[in-house]
């Protein structure tokens, strides 16, 4: 029987495939949303921008060219080569905010202030120039791309807040825009805590009593849902223990959960030794092995991973030419399916769909033989998971020249080494809580500040660009690597304040529009905006992700594995 933080092979695999109950909610209203929110988005355009709501100043950004060389730094550091980076492209409002703008205007015209701060209230800017090392990854995505053979231009703003803008999110303040996550006070400080699954709500009775609250939901309210119940008796327990104690109890649980951080600097991502590794392949594009004789085929990426962070990975390798092969359980397929149809679309649009029973010793088998043939491998599970269905990332990239691993997890492949209790369970929202990546409400006057979310689930995609920047590193310097990417690491990364602040303000109203003021410039606060239908730039037509398992027989004969 597996422990509650160690569920079965084929859920983890499929990396906390349950998607939240509010999620779906809210991918059912999306589309009604979307027409509200053009709406609204029209209203801003046409409307004059007064003097209300001012708020004090807050940090800004360095200049781009610093974000790049502190980018470059860290993956050379990692033993991953750099590219030489284009200048940026011309400044344009629905670019997204290109590098050079200041840091506040880019974050209004990128949509994420849009889902910045309480409801009803101004819109609020992160301290750290998030967008801007956002900007920088892709920047350098976009070289290594180019040597690849495709360069590929990631549209950050639309990588960041696409899914709000498909699901019609909006700001919640110290409630997550999908509504699955708080944050919530302690005795010493915040937490983060994520209700995103029915078990997680379950659980909160067993927490509160752990936390030394002997009366528990039964004290609740009898007239709120159960949902609601959960989260005032959570709420009540947490706001007199302190914050590490909730923590640690909650994740002996299961429960999502993290403790607001401060400021600080890690490594986002990490090359783990494999011990015994051949030496890697010449670094080279697939594109032009008829001239050098290198490669006749793209690489071949197997996509173990679900949800977000794993798949937009996948999905910006997949642009650049790489095979992508989507491997399922057929028991526990990955939980966005159930979400929206369009998000999951825009993820794995042009991938082929493998389903296997993880079950059965001959799906395991199977499963083991595709792995065999990959060049890149990315997964979202512990590693425990992965063994129980025999896989090791280390041999996988010991056993031959040119492979790369991708292990994307919330707190890194080896986090329990350093803590003590289970590997924790992490999602975008309460992984971002963890490095950091908040804003902080100013307008209660005096010294009182909170935070709040910023974006939505805002780790996750920071976590998909980074870690298809690595990825591509990798396969250009010849492979060779086993890759640690951490979610919560990369927030933090992203979130680390700048040396010298920016003063901004931003007036207005929520009926007729935000507008943000800083460097004697002005930026409307715009609504996200939501992807484009195909897979590369220019495509036309709407492109479907296949079903699972729709292509199992073809992927299968196409390598010869039967």
Same mark, same amino acid.
């Given at each position: ?9 084929d859920?983890a ?12 909610? &809210? ?9 509200g ?8 355009e046409r409307?004059?921008?007064?003097d209300?709501?001012?708020?004090p100043s807050a940090?800004?950004g ?5 974000? *790049?060389?502190?980018?470059?730094s860290m993956?050379?550091?990692?033993g ?5 980076v ?9 670019a ?5 703008? %200041? #840091?506040?205007l ?8 849009w889902?910045?701060g309480?409801?009803?209230r101004a819109?609020?800017v992160?301290?750290g %120039?998030?967008?801007?090392?956002a900007?920088a ?11 690849? /053979? ?14 709000? #803008?498909?699901l ?7 409630w ?7 944050l919530?006070p ?10 995103s ?6 659980a909160?009775?067993? *927490?509160?009593?752990?936390?030394g609250?002997?009366?528990g939901l039964?004290?609740a309210? %009898?007239? *709120?849902?159960?949902v609601?119940?959960?989260?005032? #008796?959570?709420s009540? $327990? ?12 909650? @994740?002996?649980?299961?429960?999502p959960? $993290?403790? *607001? ?5 890690p490594t986002?991502?990490r ?5 015994g ?13 008829a ?5 006749a085929?793209p690489?071949?990426v197997?996509?173990l991973? &679900?949800?977000?962070a794993?798949?937009?990975?996948a999905?910006?390798l997949g642009e650049?030419?790489? @095979? ?8 526990r397929?990955d939980g966005a399916?159930? +979400?929206d149809?369009d ?6 649009a ?6 296997l029973? !993880?079950?059965a010793p /001959? +799906? ?7 792995v065999e ?8 599970s512990?590693?425990r ?5 025999g ?6 990239v010991?056993?031959r ?6 292990s994307?997890?919330?707190?890194g ?7 003590s209790?289970p590997d924790p369970v992490?999602f975008g929202?309460?992984?971002?809580? /963890?490095g950091g990546l ?6 209660g006057?005096?010294d009182?500040?909170?935070?709040? !979310?910023?974006?939505?689930a805002?780790?996750d %995609?920071?976590?998909?660009? !980074?870690a298809a920047?690595?990825?591509a590193?990798s ?19 992203a ?10 303000t931003?007036? /207005?109203?929520?009926r ?8 004697g ?20 037509g709407?492109r479907?992700?296949a079903v ?5 027989r073809?992927v ?6 039967a």
């Open positions: 029987m597996s422990s509650p933080a160690t569920p079965p092979a859920a695999l499929a990396g906390q495939t349950e998607q939240t109950e509010q999620t779906r909610q &809210a991918g059912q209203v999306g589309r009604d949303e979307r027409a929110q053009a709406e609204r988005a029209g209203q801003a409307a004059g921008w007064g209300r709501g001012s708020r940090p800004a360095p200049a781009p060219g610093t974000l *790049l060389d502190e980018l470059r993956l050379a550091g990692q991953l080569p750099v590219a030489t284009d200048p940026p492209p011309p400044a344009t409002p629905r997204g905010g290109a590098p050079e703008l %200041p #840091a506040a880019g974050w209004a015209a990128s949509g994420l202030m889902l910045t309480p409801p009803g819109p609020l992160p301290d %120039p998030v967008l801007a090392r900007e990854a892709a920047r350098l995505f976009t070289a290594l791309s180019r040597q690849l /053979g495709r360069a590929v231009r990631p549209d950050v703003a639309t990588l960041l807040s696409g899914r709000a #803008a498909l019609g999110l909006h700001r919640r303040g110290d997550s825009a999908n509504g699955s996550c708080r919530l302690t005795s010493d400080g915040w937490i983060a805590v994520n209700l699954r029915p078990h997680d709500v379950d909160v009775d067993a *927490l509160v009593g752990a936390l609250d002997q009366v039964v004290s309210d %009898p007239c *709120l849902h159960p609601e119940q959960a989260w005032a #008796a959570l009540a $327990a947490a706001a007199v223990r302190p914050a590490a104690d909730v923590v640690d109890l909650a @994740r002996l649980l299961a429960i959960a $993290a403790e *607001l951080d401060g400021p600080r600097r986002p991502l090359t783990l030794p494999t011990a590794s051949p030496p890697a392949l010449p670094a080279s594009s697939w594109r032009g092995a001239a050098v004789g290198v490669r085929e690489p071949l197997i996509d991973s &679900a949800m977000w794993g798949p937009l990975c999905h910006l650049i030419g790489m @095979r992508v092969v989507k491997i399922e359980s057929v028991h397929p399916r159930r +979400g149809p998000f999951y679309d825009w993820l794995h042009g991938h082929e769909s493998v389903a029973d !993880f079950a /001959g +799906g395991r088998a199977m499963l083991r033989r595709l043939r990959a060049d890149v491998v990315i997964e979202s512990r590693p998971a992965l063994a129980q269905l896989l090791d990332a280390a041999e996988f010991a056993a020249p040119g492979r790369t691993w991708v994307i997890t919330g707190y492949r080896f986090y329990t080494d350093a803590h209790g992490a929202d309460d992984a971002a809580v /963890g908040v804003a902080w409400d100013r307008s006057g005096g009182a500040v909170t935070p709040v !979310f910023c974006g939505d805002i780790a %995609p920071l976590t998909g660009l !980074f920047l690595a990825a590193a396969v250009l310097g010849g492979g060779g690597h086993l890759l640690d990417v951490a979610m919560r690491e990369v927030a933090a990364w979130a680390a304040p700048p040396a010298e602040p920016v003063p901004w931003v007036t /207005g109203c929520d007729d529009g935000w507008t943000v003021h800083q460097a410039r002005t930026q409307r606060v715009l609504p996200p905006r939501p992807p484009r239908a195909g897979i590369v730039a220019g495509e036309a709407r479907r992700a699972s398992g729709a292509d199992t073809a299968v004969d196409a390598l010869r594995l």
